[in-house]
T-cell receptor
Framework: NAGVMQNPRHLVRRRGQEARLRCSPM?????VYWYRQLPEEGLKFMVY????????ESGMPKERFSAEFPKEGPSILRIQQVVRGDSAAYFC??????????????FGEGSRLTVL | AQSVSQHNHHVILSEAASLELGCNYS??????LFWYVQYPGQHLQLLLK??????LVKGIKGFEAEFIKSKFSFNLRKPSVQWSDTAEYFC?????????????FGSGTQLTVLP
């Protein structure tokens, strides 16, 4: 059973470009979280999605950031017009269906975004 | 909103030393508490969790944590560390009721165990 898969593992973008980060949850998991880790800081919650639904996006910046989790395919975190401050590690985590209240997240290895 | 504080950013110990990593949270209601660990080059994984019941919980690899409600603390302990315990450790809190389901993480503690 493959774990949570994130790609790309490393992404370099110039200011103003778009970044797309993908997350494939574990088989049987229908809930996905995205977290951001800035240098010297902890993991900051961004968004919580269920297939075709955004459950909680209270941690998402108001502009340039969006997330989706379609019925088919991976969850996508999209950052438009990137700025240097977007440079961070972005982690995806998934939860098994029916265990949403457990907090037992299964994390991917993260995608490291560098904005030049 | 809840928050989590991990006061030790970097801890260096020799093998066989005892470990205690501090974790304090701020939230007045009922919470679920977690410790996650990230070994070098690996993904974050759950070390142990507390939902209710016995405030002393045991996790994998000989780790344990004690929930002290009056102190809003959930410190992680291990009586004798090994070189393989070198990793970053994250404390996390989840509000146990209501619609909010995200985990709020602390800033992490990097543990280095010297052989």
């Amino acid at each position: 059973n493959a774990g949570v898969m994130q790609n790309p593992r490393h992404l370099v973008r110039r200011r103003g470009q778009e970044a797309r980060l993908r997350c494939s949850p574990m088989k049987g998991h229908s809930h996905v979280y995205w977290y951001r880790q800035l240098p010297e800081e902890g993991l900051k919650f961004m968004v919580y999605l269920q297939k075709e639904n955004i459950i909680d996006e209270s941690g998402m910046p108001k502009e340039r950031f969006s997330a989706e989790f379609p019925k088919e395919g991976p969850s996508i975190l999209r950052i438009q017009q990137v700025v240097r401050g977007d440079s961070a590690a972005y982690f995806c985590a998934s939860l098994p269906t029916g265990r949403e209240n457990t907090g037992e997240l299964f994390f991917g290895e993260g995608s490291r975004l560098t904005v030049l | 909103a809840q928050s989590v504080s991990q006061h030790n950013h970097h801890v260096i110990l020799s093998e066989a030393a005892s470990l205690e990593l501090g974790c304090n949270y701020s939230y007045g209601g009922t919470v679920n508490l977690f410790w996650y660990v990230q070994y070098p080059g690996q993904h974050l994984q759950l070390l142990l969790k507390y939902f209710s019941g016995d405030p002393l919980v045991k996790g994998i690899k000989g780790f344990e944590a004690e929930f002290i409600k009056s102190k809003f603390s959930f410190n992680l302990r291990k009586p004798s560390v090994q070189w393989s315990d070198t990793a970053e450790y994250f404390c996390a809190v989840q509000i146990s009721s209501g619609s909010a389901r995200q985990l709020t993480f602390g800033s992490g503690t990097q543990l280095t165990v010297l052989p």
